[in-house]
């Protein structure tokens, strides 16, 4: 793999090899490794960190300047693009509700289940995990296992506006509908985000659960139940009020975590 890497960083320092075959077939066998799960653009480490494959989002992202538009035809529907799609479902043991859409290069581990939903190029979608109803999945991205992700979830990608980091939600982790995770964030275990919450790398997530507030940024901690707030900002014009994010309790810890969530959810009234 070291020559791969080689290759891979000299085509990024200079696009004008993307279509030798050298970069060609070297691109190609980190997609097929990122699909099959045995790379991924980011990794846990065993202190709890994470580690940023840099090399692979750079091969996810010029993979796409080597493919050609080609039209798609599924029955009565076309479809115009560069990227073929994920197959091989049943042999993967994947519950796949139309219209739910992969793209070839993600990782869709045994068990998940995805209702009508999107998991882009890149992305790593570990076993047991739910992608609800019309939920979206960026490239690169990285879910761990028994993750709910709710209707109309919005994980963002890596690649346009290209970001330097995936977002990371790791195992059983619950985000509530319409909640939006870009530029990065991590949603540490078991942590519960309650409808609407939005995450960037600059909003603040504050823990109120104390005498004193305490400031996260671009991190969720474990078990915590997040909702959205506010708070007022001075601006030249005026004081306005801002979004953030509002940590009001901890998920119990217990060995039935669907138990654990449905008392969080009860015991702080968060709307999912």
């Not at 992969?102 to 998991?119: C, D, E, H, L, T």
Request: glycine share 8%; aromatic share 6%.
């Amino acid at each position: 793999m070291k020559n791969v890497i080689e290759i891979i960083e000299n085509a990024w320092e200079d696009r004008s090899l993307i279509q030798s075959s050298e970069v060609i077939s070297a691109v190609e066998e980190v997609i097929e490794s990122i699909d099959k799960g045995v790379l991924r653009v980011a990794e846990p480490l065993e202190n709890g960190q994470w580690q940023v494959n840099e090399w692979v989002k750079k091969a996810v992202v010029l993979y796409f300047p080597m493919r050609q538009m080609e039209t798609i035809e599924v029955g009565p529907f076309e479809f115009h693009d560069k990227m073929a799609l994920k197959k091989n479902y049943k042999e993967l043991g994947v519950r796949v509700v139309p219209h739910a859409v992969a793209r070839y290069g993600a990782y869709i581990s045994k068990g998940v289940v995805m209702m009508p939903s999107y998991v882009n190029i890149g992305a790593y979608v570990d076993a047991g995990t739910m992608v609800d109803t019309w939920a979206t999945v960026g490239s690169c991205a990285q879910i761990g296992k028994d993750v709910h992700l709710s209707g109309g979830v919005g994980i963002g990608g890596v690649l346009e506006p290209l970001q330097a980091a995936p977002v990371i939600v790791e195992d059983g982790a619950f985000i509530g509908s319409r909640c939006i995770v870009v530029e990065g964030v991590r949603v540490k275990k078991e942590a519960v985000l309650g409808a609407n919450v939005v995450l960037t790398k600059s909003t603040k997530i504050i823990d109120v659960t104390q005498d004193e507030p305490v400031e996260y940024r671009g991190e969720v901690p474990e078990r915590s139940v997040v909702i959205p707030g506010s708070y007022s900002k001075k601006f030249a014009a005026g004081e306005y009020h801002v979004p953030c994010a509002l940590i009001i309790g901890k998920r119990k810890a217990s060995t039935d975590l669907k138990t654990s969530l449905n008392d969080a959810l009860r015991e702080h009234n968060v709307a999912v």
